[in-house]
């Protein structure tokens, strides 16, 4: 193996110190105390270190998630209606629609579509090299995007995915990461792209350099024909390009030019090269791997898996926890892997992959992820995946090759299961042998980043629809309930469980509370040691802060660029692109970037706000030092964001009021009939009940999969079609045509333009909505119509109609309001470890000066094992006998609106919703000012302290509590009790 690979990071001291940067920063204005001792233990270990790192490591290849942690896609397929008959709704255009809590734009709020917005896939198809060319300057000026003062909340989803956030639409937000992915042109996995490549090869790339283009027709040749050696890591690879940049220097031209020219012939020629001259090599090789997967189909032995790990790895040892998951799934049982970020979960599928007789099927949670694990999978197991950003001729590609059994292990969302088509392919012919899945973490409502179509995985289903035994879930961050959620959803034994530590020890750990954290930012990079670390990553919560912190850093000479979910998604793909081939130093980044960042040599990962959980924060940090080098994490404590923060906990909550009437909506009388489809147009059901979208979404799943089916969920679409006739009068074409015939029945006209709602016809004609969208695009194509659609909605037929709607919706807002706290819990106990690092570590065991690896770890390690429903101390608890006084002037400033409690704290506490929007109160003085073209939040008179509201669970009446700070003074409402009565909306006796 060579040494350069990973490490796993257990042996620390024996890993090389991380490269000096080539040129040295201005002298740093000051130095932390942590550092001091940073830098001399580096030097200890680069003076012993025998074999310090080659600075020309391979660009890894990022892949657009994220995320928006959010980013941050519609579901699967929400746009069956512009779908082809192929089995698969192929999205070409998703509507967006912007929401978001209290004018606050959080990584799962992000819109469906949203990423797709600046560019149609098929415009990214087409030109996928076209970037915008934000990556010339490093440090440009503040964008349009900038504008904004928005937070970024959510888990990694996985947020990125992130919580709350609709499957889809983290989909899409991973496609929007991922949009790195729509403009990938090749697939290391499928035509040798797994050789390491020079960044100035990437550069005049136009963008698409290491990312990957879903293109199977086009690089199966290539794939059947490769072999390979791992990931780029492998000595193999990197032999043979330091042959081909030794070819290239004697061909005469200089090697970056002539790899920059054209990446598409580049890699050709590079494949061409590495074919020709390791053909018969490949071959025997390939003979030797066949033999040693039979072997270790026979048997299973240690022996015959590392030799199978090292002929398709290349590595020359399993990591800690590995040969153990590998064995459990070769014996047909379930098991729940818990291993840390970085450490090598995705092999343990790998390789059973290879052995297992069927096909190993992995659910993920975003795009970019997909694309980067099927990066990742070595030459000789070929991998597919369906997005919802594929193009038809991709999918029917991919389901050629799955029914030819070339694909061993295929990728997929959890909202594909939404899909009807979806399902029955797997049949005899191909059959799953194994269920991974990944971020198993999202299927837990008391995780840090609950996704609800995550709940669809439950074994009983997956069993039932899939006939599979044998169900691995991964995950680096859950807590002792979150995992007994999840193994109990996938009936996981205990005895199953696979669980190490959930930090790498090559992380250094630091904390320091900070009243200036700009400048102690800029002091902290240009210090030992993070001065020698050419790549880091500084996690915000705002978007504006991204924006103003790396503006501040370029002014002050380090290259910086920020990346959110704001930002236009071939923006975000040039800045990952910049960040992964060294361009610029350092990304200020929401919690939108990371995930499917595949970047190995981060050398240190910097909060600068606090993260909303000990999972987002280990996440976060996994995204350092995953070389198995030393790398160095450090997060500012400062109050005004922890109370920010906090009040933001409580933005997606609902009042039973809300869920009572979103309920009389979806069960209504009309929707009742037997397998009617029905539909909630999202943004005006949001504004409606004052409820967001994600929380529509997990209603809806609740009435779905909790203990009854209420309700069938179906693909999202957009509901509004308008449509004009072109070549033959509609009345004619009407008596040929029966769907043209209700057309005409159910349309309204409007400018000569017939408009109709598509639920609606589906039903009338009796076909699903797929079907009608298909005839559609019949009348399409031969040019007898053209439309347009808008209105994405969520689409459902009732299964049963609840007896007590207000006992369910009881049952409902009680359950919500526990996730609720639940998140709140989790920030407290954030706030907590970090406090106590600063504060009350005694720096006895292993701590000392602004060093706190030893306390954190074992923090960490007590909050990951113990049951996480203990409540925290903290800072909250002010009072003040004057908020009532405050309140009536501001319901007497607003006599028109109608407020519920919940409503009326939010708007105190400066968080939008959707019946109360940002747009609306920035016109007040309550709320918003502009500065310098900024909506900032009026703190002056506003400023929340604190806020929490609290259901006694009856309907007709809500606690709440808020505790405002008014220009210094304690406010109040402390047990106040403000009751509204049931079906009052806005009547309000506080
Ligand atoms: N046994 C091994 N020896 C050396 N390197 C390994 C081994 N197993 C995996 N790796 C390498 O470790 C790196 C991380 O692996 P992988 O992406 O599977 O991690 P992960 O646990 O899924 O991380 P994350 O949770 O962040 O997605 C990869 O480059 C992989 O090739």
């Not at 045509?737 to 709602?757: N, P, R, T, W």
């Amino acid at each position: 193996m060579d040494s350069d690979s990973d490490s796993d990071g257990s042996h620390i001291s024996a890993t090389p110190p991380r490269d000096l940067k080539p040129s040295s920063p201005p002298p740093p204005p000051s130095r932390p105390a942590l550092l001091s001792s940073n830098k001399s233990r580096i030097k200890v270990r680069a003076a012993s270190s025998s074999k310090p790192k080659s600075s020309s490591r391979k660009a890894s290849n990022p892949s657009d998630p994220k995320p928006d942690k959010s980013d941050p896609a519609p579901p699967e397929d929400p746009f069956p209606i512009l779908s082809s008959t192929l089995p698969f709704q192929i999205r070409t255009r998703v509507s967006g629609q912007s929401r978001g809590v209290s004018g606050v734009d959080s990584l799962e709020t992000l819109p469906a579509g949203f990423f797709s917005k600046s560019a149609s896939f098929t415009k990214l198809r087409r030109s996928s090299l076209d970037f915008d060319p934000v990556g010339d300057d490093p440090c440009p000026p503040l964008g349009s995007n900038s504008q904004q003062h928005r937070v970024e909340i959510g888990g990694s989803d996985c947020s990125a995915a992130a919580d709350w956030l609709p499957g889809e639409l983290r989909d899409e937000a991973a496609g929007g990461y991922g949009s790195s992915a729509k403009v990938l042109k090749r697939h290391s996995n499928l035509i040798g792209g797994n050789l390491p490549m020079p960044p100035a090869k990437l550069r005049k790339s136009g963008g698409e350099g290491n990312f990957v283009r879903l293109n199977m027709k086009r690089n199966k040749r290539k794939f059947l024909n490769k072999r390979g050696r791992g990931n780029g890591t492998s000595s193999g690879g990197r032999r043979y390009y330091k042959r081909y940049k030794k070819k290239l220097r004697t061909e005469g031209g200089a090697e970056t030019e002539s790899v920059c020219e054209e990446d598409g012939s580049v890699m050709d020629t590079i494949t061409q090269e590495r074919e020709r001259q390791e053909g018969k090599k490949a071959k025997f090789d390939r003979e030797l791997i066949e033999e040693a997967i039979l072997a270790a189909r026979n048997e299973a032995s240690d022996e015959n898996l590392v030799k199978l790990l090292s002929l398709t790895h290349g590595y020359d040892s399993f990591r800690e926890g590995q040969l153990e998951a590998i064995k459990m799934v070769l014996d047909g049982k379930s098991s729940m892997l818990v291993l840390p970020t970085g450490a090598g979960k995705s092999l343990c599928y790998q390789i059973p992959a290879m052995i297992l007789p069927g096909i190993t099927l992995v659910v993920s949670p975003l795009v970019a992820l997909m694309i980067d694990q099927l990066k990742q999978l070595p030459p000789m197991i070929q991998g597919g995946l369906f997005c919802s950003s594929q193009t038809p001729e991709e999918v029917s590609e991919t389901l050629r090759l799955l029914q030819q059994g070339a694909i061993r292990v295929l990728f997929v969302s959890p909202e594909r299961f939404l899909n009807a088509e979806f399902l029955p392919i797997f049949s005899a012919t191909v059959f799953v042998s194994l269920v991974v899945v990944d971020e198993a973490h999202c299927i837990s409502e008391w995780s840090h980043n609950f996704r609800p179509s995550y709940m669809r995985l439950r074994a009983s289903l997956l069993k039932a629809k899939l006939n599979v035994d044998c169900i691995l879930a991964m995950t680096a961050t859950a807590t002792t309930t979150t995992l007994h959620a999840v193994m109990s959803a996938l009936e996981i034994p205990l005895t199953s469980l696979i669980k190490k530590a959930h930090l790498r020890d090559n992380l250094q750990l630091s904390v320091s509370s900070s009243r200036n954290r700009m400048k102690d930012l800029l002091v902290m990079i240009k210090s030992s040691p993070f001065s020698e670390v050419q790549s880091i990553i500084v996690y915000c919560k705002f978007q504006s802060e991204t924006d103003i912190l790396s503006r501040y850093l370029c002014d002050n000479n380090i290259s910086a660029k920020s990346y959110h979910s704001g930002l236009p998604a071939k923006d975000r793909s040039r800045v990952q692109e910049l960040f992964c081939t060294n361009k610029i130093r350092v990304v200020v980044a929401t919690v939108a970037f990371g995930m499917g960042l595949d970047k190995r040599d981060v050398g240190a990962v910097i909060h600068y706000s606090l993260p909303e959980s000990l999972e987002e924060y280990v996440q976060e940090i996994g995204r350092a030092g995953r070389d198995g080098r030393s790398s160095f994490c450090h997060l500012f404590l400062d109050d005004d964001t922890y109370f920010k923060l906090r009040s933001l906990m409580f933005s997606d909550g609902v009042d039973q009021y809300a869920v009572e009437k979103f309920l009389s909506q979806v069960f209504t009388d009309d929707n009742s009939s037997q397998g009617k489809i029905c539909s909630l147009v999202k943004e005006n059901a949001s504004r409606k009940f004052d409820m967001k979208e994600e929380v529509m979404f997990t209603l809806l799943t609740q009435l779905e999969l909790g203990e009854v089916q209420y309700l069938r969920l179906l693909p999202q679409i957009n509901t509004t079609c308008t449509l004009s006739f072109h070549k033959t009068a509609p009345d004619v074409l009407a008596e040929k045509d029966a769907v043209v015939a209700e057309i005409l029945k159910k349309s309204e006209m409007k400018q000569g333009e017939y408009m109709f709602d598509i639920p609606t016809l589906a039903n009338s004609i009796g076909v699903t909505t797929t079907d009608l969208s298909n005839q559609l695009q019949n009348l399409k194509f031969k040019g007898e119509v053209t439309y347009e659609l808008k209105d994405q909605a969520y689409c459902f037929t009732i299964v049963k109609v609840p007896a007590d709607l207000c006992s369910l919706a009881a049952h409902l807002t009680k359950w919500l309001s526990e996730v609720e706290s639940c998140k709140v819990r989790k920030f407290d106990a954030m706030f907590n470890a970090a406090t106590f690092a600063v504060n009350s570590c005694e720096k006895l065991q292993g701590c000392s000066g602004t060093q706190h690896t030893p306390c954190l770890q074992r923090r960490i390690l007590d909050y990951f094992n113990e049951n996480d429903n203990s409540n925290h101390p903290n800072k909250m608890g002010q009072s003040s006998p004057f908020l009532r006084a405050d309140i009536k002037v501001f319901l007497q400033s607003n006599p028109q609106a109608k407020f519920t409690p919940r409503a009326v704290a939010r708007i105190m506490h400066g968080i939008a919703s959707p019946a109360y929007p940002s747009t609306m109160w920035s016109k007040t003085h309550f709320w918003y000012f502009k500065q310098n073209g900024l909506f900032i939040l009026n703190m002056k008179p506003w400023r929340a302290r604190n806020h929490s509201l609290i259901t006694d669970g009856k309907a007709s009446q809500i606690l709440i509590s808020l505790n405002v700070v008014m220009e210094g003074r304690n406010l109040d409402l402390q047990n106040q009790a403000c009751c509204y009565k049931k079906g009052t909306e806005g009547d309000w006796n506080g």
